[in-house]
């Protein structure tokens, strides 16, 4: 199941109308921050939490905070910052790597998301509506993130940051939009059908470098 | 001028994408410009020649786009930038790629119309709904700030 990571509400679409849209786009999920849970049709709507914390003690209290079944998500900082969130228990997945410090989000942040499990978000906003030295600058953290997931396999998810239905973009533009960092189309196939794995982990261990 | 022999002449790929919301399509000239500043503002100057997009048809709520074969996920991932033109918001989804054009059109499917289904107006506020099928429902707001489109869905939303 295709999903969207996330959409926000409280832009001028309303929750129905984004998971609406979503579905006739090819998506069967979306999360939406600040949105409740519910079913549109055939698309499921995922609540969605964002962390943004100082530290990771207080990002822990934030976490413990987030209703059953949302999707937690937590802003990258600083590489302690980093490191220390990519083990944190209840996380789904990093975001914000766009705006980090180059390295930010280095080999020790991603092996341990690897053992833990937690993704990192890959935003296509910052490709959509930037221009310039910005969207430079996320075209390069996201492939630099993309190395060290194929180094060391942590999952990757996938989402808009759509506040208004026009701005989700249908999976075969998300594919087109993703060789720009060097991401091949199977795995952005596997990054948009993640999320159903890491709110339900419970698969066979697996052993990590 | 004579024309080329076939063996001699580009390769071309054509793109269908359907635009939204349907009812702020834009003409073939403006939306040419739009699509030729996000690709080279994506691909620059060295990359815009090699894709050669040019805007072949705007029918039935949808664009169809040439460019050079080999280039067409270059030229989707163009389109997938374009988020206003003319101060508009809009969005281009690519919905299928073809070598003829006629194969495109036979996939078009046209957009159902927008119905005025009421109208009111509030000091210098004036609010328009529309219908958009069975489940969808856009009210477009005029104010001194201009207009905005505010997107709601009428079917359930079962929690």
Request: aromatic share 4%.
């Amino acid at each position: 199941m295709r999903t969207d990571v996330r959409t926000l509400a409280g832009g001028d679409t309303s929750v129905e109308r984004m998971a609406l849209e979503a579905g006739a786009l090819g998506y069967g999920a979306i999360v939406s921050v600040g949105g409740t849970a519910g079913t549109v049709g055939r698309v499921r709507v995922i609540p969605g939490v964002t962390v943004r914390a100082a530290s990771p003690n207080r990002a822990m209290a934030e976490i413990r905070r987030a209703p059953e079944g949302a999707f937690v998500t937590v802003r990258l900082g600083d590489p302690g910052f980093n490191r220390a969130a990519a083990g944190l228990p209840g996380v789904h997945a990093l975001c914000g790597v766009h705006r980090c410090r180059k390295n930010a989000f280095d080999h020790v942040a991603a092996r341990t998301a690897a053992e833990r499990g937690t993704a990192v978000e890959l935003l296509l906003e910052p490709l959509v509506r930037e221009r310039g030295g910005r969207r430079q600058v996320a075209i390069s953290r996201y492939a630099d993130v993309v190395e060290l997931h194929a180094r060391y396999g942590f999952p990757l998810v996938l989402g808009s940051g759509a506040s208004s239905c026009l701005d989700l973009r249908a999976p075969r533009a998300v594919r087109a939009l993703c060789q720009l960092f060097g991401l091949d189309a199977e795995s952005v196939e596997r990054a948009l059908g993640a999320v159903e794995g890491l709110l339900a982990p419970g698969g066979p261990v697996r052993e990590v470098e | 001028m004579k024309p080329r022999p076939p063996t001699l002449r580009p390769d071309w790929r054509y793109v269908l994408a359907r635009i939204a919301p349907s009812y702020r399509v834009p003409d073939g000239k403006t939306l040419y410009l739009a699509i030729a500043e996000a690709v080279t503002a994506l691909f620059g100057d060295g990359g815009a020649p090699a894709i050669d997009q040019a805007v072949v048809a705007v029918e039935r709520g949808h664009v169809i786009v040439r460019c050079r074969r080999g280039e067409e996920e270059r030229l989707i991932a163009a389109l997938a930038t374009i988020t206003a033109i003319d101060g508009c918001a809009i969005a281009i989804h690519p919905r299928a790629v073809s070598g003829t054009i006629r194969s495109l059109r036979d996939r078009m499917v046209a957009p159902p119309e927008p119905v005025l289904v009421g109208e009111d107006a509030d000091g210098g506020t004036v609010r328009q709904r529309f219908r958009i099928g069975a489940s969808r429902s856009d009210v477009i707001v005029h104010d001194y700030k201009g207009e905005r489109v505010v997107y709601f869905g009428t079917i359930d939303f079962e929690e």
